[in-house]
Protein backbone atom coordinates (compact mmCIF):
# COMPACT_ATOMS: atom_id res chain seq x y z
CA UNK A 1 0.00 0.00 0.00
CA UNK A 2 1.48 3.42 -0.82
CA UNK A 3 1.59 6.51 1.27
CA UNK A 4 -2.11 7.74 2.56
CA UNK A 5 -2.48 11.72 3.37
CA UNK A 6 -5.07 13.46 4.82
CA UNK A 7 -6.80 15.19 1.77
CA UNK A 8 -7.57 18.63 3.41
CA UNK A 9 -3.99 19.30 2.71
CA UNK A 10 -3.98 19.43 -1.05
CA UNK A 11 -6.91 21.04 -0.98
CA UNK A 12 -5.10 24.09 1.30
CA UNK A 13 -2.68 24.41 -1.16
CA UNK A 14 -4.87 24.50 -3.69
CA UNK A 15 -6.66 27.53 -2.19
CA UNK A 16 -3.14 29.31 -1.89
CA UNK A 17 -2.74 28.14 -5.59
CA UNK A 18 -6.05 29.67 -6.87
CA UNK A 19 -5.36 32.78 -5.22
CA UNK A 20 -2.00 33.70 -6.37
CA UNK A 21 -3.19 33.00 -10.30
CA UNK A 22 -6.33 35.18 -10.36
CA UNK A 23 -4.13 37.91 -9.06
CA UNK A 24 -1.58 37.15 -11.80
CA UNK A 25 -4.62 36.51 -14.26
CA UNK A 26 -5.67 40.22 -13.72
CA UNK A 27 -2.35 41.65 -13.74
CA UNK A 28 -1.31 40.42 -17.00
CA UNK A 29 -4.57 41.57 -18.55
CA UNK A 30 -3.95 44.64 -16.94
CA UNK A 31 -0.50 44.78 -18.36
CA UNK A 32 1.10 44.95 -15.19
CA UNK A 33 5.11 43.79 -15.11
CA UNK A 34 4.75 41.87 -11.87
CA UNK A 35 2.49 39.28 -13.08
CA UNK A 36 5.61 37.92 -14.62
CA UNK A 37 6.08 37.01 -10.68
CA UNK A 38 3.85 35.30 -10.48
CA UNK A 39 3.96 33.17 -13.34
CA UNK A 40 7.33 32.56 -12.31
CA UNK A 41 6.46 31.73 -8.61
CA UNK A 42 3.58 29.27 -9.30
CA UNK A 43 5.82 27.07 -11.74
CA UNK A 44 8.62 26.92 -8.79
CA UNK A 45 5.54 25.91 -6.32
CA UNK A 46 4.43 23.39 -8.76
CA UNK A 47 8.07 22.21 -9.49
CA UNK A 48 8.41 21.82 -5.79
CA UNK A 49 5.81 19.49 -5.49
CA UNK A 50 6.26 17.47 -8.09
CA UNK A 51 10.16 16.96 -7.31
CA UNK A 52 10.63 17.81 -3.44
CA UNK A 53 6.71 17.70 -2.00
CA UNK A 54 8.23 16.58 1.54
CA UNK A 55 9.66 19.63 1.61
CA UNK A 56 7.14 22.12 0.08
CA UNK A 57 6.00 24.99 2.04
CA UNK A 58 2.24 24.30 1.42
CA UNK A 59 2.99 20.99 3.08
CA UNK A 60 4.40 22.36 5.97
CA UNK A 61 2.33 25.29 6.12
CA UNK A 62 -1.09 22.81 6.94
CA UNK A 63 1.11 20.58 9.43
CA UNK A 64 2.54 23.52 11.48
CA UNK A 65 0.06 25.71 11.54
CA UNK A 66 -3.85 24.28 9.70
CA UNK A 67 -4.49 20.52 10.81
CA UNK A 68 -3.29 21.04 14.94
CA UNK A 69 -6.41 23.02 14.43
CA UNK A 70 -8.66 20.52 13.06
CA UNK A 71 -10.49 17.38 13.77
CA UNK A 72 -9.17 14.47 13.25
CA UNK A 73 -9.86 13.52 9.20
CA UNK A 74 -12.43 11.24 8.27
CA UNK A 75 -10.60 9.51 5.93
CA UNK A 76 -7.23 9.74 4.02
CA UNK A 77 -6.79 9.41 0.36
CA UNK A 78 -4.03 7.71 -1.54
CA UNK A 79 -0.84 10.12 -2.02
CA UNK A 80 -0.77 9.30 -5.75
CA UNK A 81 -3.61 11.54 -7.60
CA UNK A 82 -2.89 14.90 -5.85
CA UNK A 83 0.73 13.78 -6.98
CA UNK A 84 -0.10 13.66 -10.55
CA UNK A 85 -2.60 16.37 -10.41
CA UNK A 86 0.33 18.80 -9.10
CA UNK A 87 2.27 17.41 -12.40
CA UNK A 88 -1.20 18.49 -14.43
CA UNK A 89 -0.58 21.97 -12.56
CA UNK A 90 3.33 22.32 -13.31
CA UNK A 91 2.63 21.17 -17.39
CA UNK A 92 0.28 24.11 -17.45
CA UNK A 93 2.85 26.49 -15.55
CA UNK A 94 5.04 25.42 -17.76
CA UNK A 95 2.92 27.24 -20.43
CA UNK A 96 2.69 30.32 -18.61
CA UNK A 97 6.74 30.55 -18.51
CA UNK A 98 6.73 29.52 -22.22
CA UNK A 99 4.68 31.87 -22.81
CA UNK A 100 6.93 34.62 -21.02
CA UNK A 101 9.90 33.24 -23.16
CA UNK A 102 8.34 33.45 -26.36
CA UNK A 103 6.21 37.09 -24.92
CA UNK A 104 2.91 35.91 -25.65
CA UNK A 105 0.67 36.88 -23.15
CA UNK A 106 -2.41 35.05 -24.57
CA UNK A 107 -0.39 31.54 -23.51
CA UNK A 108 0.29 33.38 -19.65
CA UNK A 109 -3.34 34.28 -19.73
CA UNK A 110 -4.39 30.64 -20.47
CA UNK A 111 -1.84 29.30 -18.02
CA UNK A 112 -3.23 31.04 -15.30
CA UNK A 113 -6.62 30.64 -15.85
CA UNK A 114 -6.37 26.85 -16.49
CA UNK A 115 -4.80 26.55 -13.00
CA UNK A 116 -6.92 28.90 -11.57
CA UNK A 117 -10.07 26.59 -12.78
CA UNK A 118 -8.36 23.28 -11.19
CA UNK A 119 -7.36 24.72 -7.86
CA UNK A 120 -10.72 26.69 -7.42
CA UNK A 121 -12.44 23.21 -8.04
CA UNK A 122 -10.03 21.55 -5.72
CA UNK A 123 -10.03 24.25 -2.95
CA UNK A 124 -14.20 25.12 -2.67
CA UNK A 125 -15.94 22.03 -4.78
CA UNK A 126 -13.08 19.57 -3.94
CA UNK A 127 -13.67 18.64 -6.79
CA UNK A 128 -9.60 17.27 -8.75
CA UNK A 129 -9.50 17.25 -11.75
CA UNK A 130 -6.36 16.50 -12.19
CA UNK A 131 -6.94 12.82 -10.49
CA UNK A 132 -10.05 12.76 -12.66
CA UNK A 133 -7.48 13.24 -15.90
CA UNK A 134 -5.70 10.34 -14.21
CA UNK A 135 -7.80 7.24 -15.01
CA UNK A 136 -8.99 8.78 -18.23
CA UNK A 137 -5.67 9.39 -19.70
CA UNK A 138 -4.33 5.99 -18.75
CA UNK A 139 -7.27 4.54 -20.19
CA UNK A 140 -5.81 6.05 -23.28
CA UNK A 141 -2.80 4.50 -22.50
CA UNK A 142 -1.14 8.37 -22.17
CA UNK A 143 0.61 7.27 -19.28
CA UNK A 144 2.67 4.70 -17.82
CA UNK A 145 2.54 2.57 -14.97
CA UNK B 1 -12.09 47.73 -15.85
CA UNK B 2 -12.43 45.61 -18.38
CA UNK B 3 -9.93 42.50 -16.60
CA UNK B 4 -11.93 42.94 -13.68
CA UNK B 5 -15.08 41.51 -16.00
CA UNK B 6 -12.79 38.72 -17.05
CA UNK B 7 -11.89 38.13 -13.47
CA UNK B 8 -15.49 38.09 -12.28
CA UNK B 9 -16.11 35.48 -15.79
CA UNK B 10 -13.64 33.29 -15.16
CA UNK B 11 -14.59 33.05 -11.76
CA UNK B 12 -18.37 32.82 -12.76
CA UNK B 13 -17.01 29.64 -15.06
CA UNK B 14 -15.64 28.09 -12.43
CA UNK B 15 -18.29 28.52 -9.51
CA UNK B 16 -20.65 27.09 -12.76
CA UNK B 17 -18.48 24.12 -13.59
CA UNK B 18 -18.39 23.18 -10.04
CA UNK B 19 -21.70 23.49 -9.08
CA UNK B 20 -22.99 21.09 -12.43
CA UNK B 21 -20.28 18.99 -10.32
CA UNK B 22 -22.14 19.03 -7.15
CA UNK B 23 -25.31 18.58 -8.63
CA UNK B 24 -24.17 15.37 -10.62
CA UNK B 25 -21.88 13.96 -8.20
CA UNK B 26 -23.01 10.74 -7.43
CA UNK B 27 -26.28 10.65 -9.14
CA UNK B 28 -26.81 7.18 -10.87
CA UNK B 29 -28.72 6.39 -14.36
CA UNK B 30 -31.04 3.76 -15.24
CA UNK B 31 -30.29 1.68 -18.04
CA UNK B 32 -32.33 -0.21 -20.59
CA UNK B 33 -30.99 -2.88 -23.22
CA UNK B 34 -27.32 -2.99 -21.62
CA UNK B 35 -24.86 -5.58 -21.72
CA UNK B 36 -25.32 -8.65 -20.05
CA UNK B 37 -22.23 -8.98 -17.37
CA UNK B 38 -20.19 -12.14 -17.96
CA UNK B 39 -18.76 -12.62 -14.23
CA UNK B 40 -16.52 -15.29 -15.92
CA UNK B 41 -14.71 -12.79 -17.80
CA UNK B 42 -14.46 -10.57 -14.89
CA UNK B 43 -11.79 -10.81 -12.18
CA UNK B 44 -14.60 -10.26 -9.14
CA UNK B 45 -13.54 -10.27 -5.45
CA UNK B 46 -15.12 -10.37 -2.06
CA UNK B 47 -12.82 -9.23 0.16
CA UNK B 48 -9.61 -9.59 -1.66
CA UNK B 49 -11.03 -12.94 -2.20
CA UNK B 50 -11.81 -13.96 -6.05
CA UNK B 51 -15.62 -14.82 -6.24
CA UNK B 52 -17.90 -15.14 -8.99
CA UNK B 53 -21.58 -15.60 -7.03
CA UNK B 54 -24.81 -13.66 -8.45
CA UNK B 55 -26.88 -12.18 -5.99
CA UNK B 56 -30.52 -14.16 -6.41
CA UNK B 57 -32.62 -10.94 -7.19
CA UNK B 58 -29.23 -8.28 -7.71
CA UNK B 59 -25.67 -8.09 -7.64
CA UNK B 60 -24.05 -5.05 -7.37
CA UNK B 61 -20.52 -4.80 -9.05
CA UNK B 62 -17.88 -1.75 -7.39
CA UNK B 63 -14.96 -0.93 -9.88
CA UNK B 64 -12.07 0.45 -7.45
CA UNK B 65 -8.16 1.33 -8.15
CA UNK B 66 -5.75 1.22 -4.99
CA UNK B 67 -5.29 5.29 -5.61
CA UNK B 68 -8.95 5.15 -5.24
CA UNK B 69 -8.98 7.52 -1.91
CA UNK B 70 -13.27 7.15 -1.21
CA UNK B 71 -13.39 3.60 -2.25
CA UNK B 72 -12.70 1.52 1.06
CA UNK B 73 -16.12 3.55 2.12
CA UNK B 74 -18.40 2.67 -0.81
CA UNK B 75 -16.77 -0.93 0.01
CA UNK B 76 -18.02 -0.72 3.72
CA UNK B 77 -21.92 0.94 2.37
CA UNK B 78 -22.61 -1.37 0.16
CA UNK B 79 -20.73 -4.63 1.51
CA UNK B 80 -24.10 -3.42 4.55
CA UNK B 81 -26.28 -3.62 2.22
CA UNK B 82 -25.43 -7.24 1.29
CA UNK B 83 -25.38 -8.42 4.44
CA UNK B 84 -29.02 -6.70 5.33
CA UNK B 85 -30.74 -7.38 2.51
CA UNK B 86 -31.64 -11.23 1.04
CA UNK B 87 -30.85 -12.12 -2.83
CA UNK B 88 -27.85 -9.46 -2.77
CA UNK B 89 -24.50 -10.09 -4.04
CA UNK B 90 -21.50 -7.65 -3.41
CA UNK B 91 -18.55 -8.05 -5.59
CA UNK B 92 -15.08 -5.86 -6.74
CA UNK B 93 -13.27 -5.33 -9.33
CA UNK B 94 -9.89 -3.82 -9.36
CA UNK B 95 -9.11 -1.99 -12.64
CA UNK B 96 -5.92 -0.50 -11.65
CA UNK B 97 -4.00 -3.04 -14.29
CA UNK B 98 -7.00 -3.32 -15.70
CA UNK B 99 -7.42 -0.58 -18.26
CA UNK B 100 -8.62 -2.89 -20.44
CA UNK B 101 -11.81 -3.69 -18.40
CA UNK B 102 -11.86 0.07 -17.25
CA UNK B 103 -11.87 0.96 -20.91
CA UNK B 104 -14.84 -1.89 -21.85
CA UNK B 105 -16.88 0.05 -19.10
CA UNK B 106 -15.84 3.04 -20.30
CA UNK B 107 -15.47 3.98 -16.46
CA UNK B 108 -13.56 7.75 -15.91
CA UNK B 109 -13.76 7.70 -12.54
CA UNK B 110 -13.57 5.33 -9.05
CA UNK B 111 -15.49 3.93 -7.52
CA UNK B 112 -17.93 3.40 -10.26
CA UNK B 113 -21.36 1.11 -9.45
CA UNK B 114 -23.03 -1.12 -11.22
CA UNK B 115 -26.42 -3.15 -10.15
CA UNK B 116 -27.18 -6.17 -12.33
CA UNK B 117 -30.50 -7.70 -12.39
CA UNK B 118 -31.08 -11.79 -11.55
CA UNK B 119 -30.14 -11.94 -15.44
CA UNK B 120 -26.45 -10.18 -14.86
CA UNK B 121 -27.80 -7.37 -17.07
CA UNK B 122 -26.79 -3.90 -16.11
CA UNK B 123 -29.66 -1.90 -14.54
CA UNK B 124 -27.69 1.05 -13.31
CA UNK B 125 -25.14 2.66 -12.93
CA UNK B 126 -23.07 5.15 -10.92
CA UNK B 127 -19.77 7.02 -11.13
CA UNK B 128 -18.30 8.52 -7.87
CA UNK B 129 -19.24 7.99 -4.35
CA UNK B 130 -23.43 7.07 -4.71
CA UNK B 131 -25.68 7.98 -2.78
CA UNK B 132 -27.19 5.04 -0.70
CA UNK B 133 -30.34 5.59 -0.82
CA UNK B 134 -30.61 5.45 -4.73
CA UNK B 135 -28.90 2.12 -4.69
CA UNK B 136 -31.62 1.06 -2.11
CA UNK B 137 -34.63 1.92 -4.44
CA UNK B 138 -32.81 0.14 -7.51
CA UNK B 139 -32.07 -2.96 -5.11
CA UNK B 140 -36.27 -2.74 -3.96
CA UNK B 141 -37.16 -2.23 -7.49
CA UNK B 142 -35.50 -5.86 -8.46
CA UNK B 143 -37.29 -7.27 -5.53
CA UNK B 144 -34.95 -6.59 -2.68
CA UNK B 145 -36.87 -6.43 0.31
Known amino acids: ?145 | MDSLYLVLGLLAVASFAGLVFRATRGRGRELSGAELVDLERLPTEKNGVPTKVLGRRATLIQFSTKYCGQCPGVRRQLAQLEYRHGGVSFLEVDVTDRMDIAAHFKISQTPTVLVLNSNSQIVYRVGGVPHMNEITEELAKLGVA
Not at chain 1, 95 to 110: D, H, M, P, Y
Not at chain 1, 113 to 132: K, P, S, T
Open chain 1, 1 to 145: MSSQIDPRGPRFGAGITAALSLIGFYLQLEGIAASATFTLGLFVLFAWNVFLPATHPYALIFQKLVRPRLSAPTSLEDVRPPRFAQQVGFVFSLLGVAGLALGSGELIVASFAFIFVAAFLNAVFDYCLGCQMYLVLKRFGLLGK
